[in-house]
């Protein structure tokens, strides 16, 4: 991976870093250049069809990401740039949006945040189909029960403080 980074970056990364969590089998980490402008990787690996619904099983050489990330930029919603991909690798050098996270938001800035999120998903929410074929990814997938009960089954594996998943239990049993 570090010599595709190499001649796939303007401006070779020196440093990385993991970062924490993810989504699925993907995996992260920030690249960190000799300027100190930094970038994210992702390992895009694809989810075990064992445990994957239906539904959300795609082919191996299509990466959801990219093929969502194109599909609500052309309909005008912000996603991070994209600056390099390998398909076959399954590898994506994309735009670094920092590592705060809504939940780090306190008072005021957090209640923004959540207007500015909401005000996003209902952009998203108001892309019409269009005639084209095949139908992008996001026309063909549903979030129904089946994929809900996936992602109540990711968050439960997450490492989180006893608290909180006391607290949560109740509401994802």
């Given at each position: 991976?570090?010599?595709?980074?190499?001649?796939?970056?303007?401006?070779?990364?020196?440093?990385?870093?993991?970062?924490?969590?993810?989504?699925?089998?993907?995996?992260?980490?920030?690249?960190?250049?000799?300027?100190?402008?930094?970038?994210?990787?992702?390992?895009?690996?694809?989810?075990?069809?064992?445990?994957?619904?239906?539904?959300?099983?795609?082919?191996?050489?299509?990466?959801?990401?990219?093929?969502?990330?194109r599909?609500?930029?052309?309909?005008g919603?912000?996603?991070?740039?994209?600056?390099?991909?390998?398909?076959?690798?399954?590898?994506?050098?994309?735009?670094?949006?920092?590592?705060?996270?809504?939940?780090?938001?306190?008072?005021?800035?957090?209640?923004?945040?959540?207007?500015?999120?909401?005000?996003?998903?209902?952009?998203?929410?108001?892309?019409?189909?269009?005639?084209?074929?095949?139908?992008?990814?996001?026309?063909?997938?549903?979030?129904?029960?089946?994929?809900?009960?996936?992602?109540?089954?990711?968050?439960?594996?997450?490492?989180?403080?006893?608290?909180?998943?006391?607290?949560?239990?109740?509401?994802?049993?």
């Open positions: 991976a570090l010599e595709w980074l190499r001649d796939s970056s303007p401006t070779p990364p020196c440093s990385w870093e993991a970062l924490r969590g993810g989504a699925g089998a993907r995996g992260y980490w920030r690249l960190r250049d000799v300027l100190g402008t930094t970038r994210v990787f992702m390992w895009a690996l694809p989810e075990d069809p064992a445990i994957v619904p239906p539904a959300l099983r795609v082919s191996g050489d299509r990466i959801p990401f990219l093929e969502v990330a599909f609500l930029g052309e309909h919603v912000p996603v991070p740039q994209i600056y390099a991909f390998d398909i076959a690798k399954r590898w994506i050098v994309l735009e670094d949006l920092g590592s705060r996270h809504l939940a780090d938001l306190q008072g005021s800035e957090r209640v923004r945040a959540h207007e500015a999120a909401i005000d996003l998903l209902a952009c998203v929410h108001r892309i019409e189909q269009t005639g084209e074929t095949p139908l992008p990814l996001p026309f063909h997938r549903s979030f129904d029960a089946e994929w809900i009960g996936f992602e109540i089954g990711l968050f439960q594996a997450l490492d989180l403080p006893g608290r909180m998943r006391a607290r949560l239990e109740p509401w994802l049993a």
